[in-house]
């Protein structure tokens, strides 16, 4: 996968993503666009954010209870 700028593109809305930010130092978190800025967790918001990219597959065996 590929990071993606997000002045190149942003993500459908409300779907997660993996985000890089550089607001204080680079972190990277999972997060979603929600068409007038990025949230994580419950209602926080992040700012900074440069780049995004689709999240990865889960592992084939996971097991639900």
Known sequence: MTWISVED????????VLVCTTDVV???YVAE?????WIFG???TLRGVTHWMPLPE??????TI
């Open 9 to 16: 593109r942003l993500p459908e809305e409300q779907v997660n």
């Open 26 to 28: 680079t972190c990277m």
């Open 33 to 37: 666009y929600t068409g007038s800025g």
């Open 42 to 44: 419950w209602d926080d």
């Open 58 to 63: 889960a592992p084939g065996t996971l097991i």
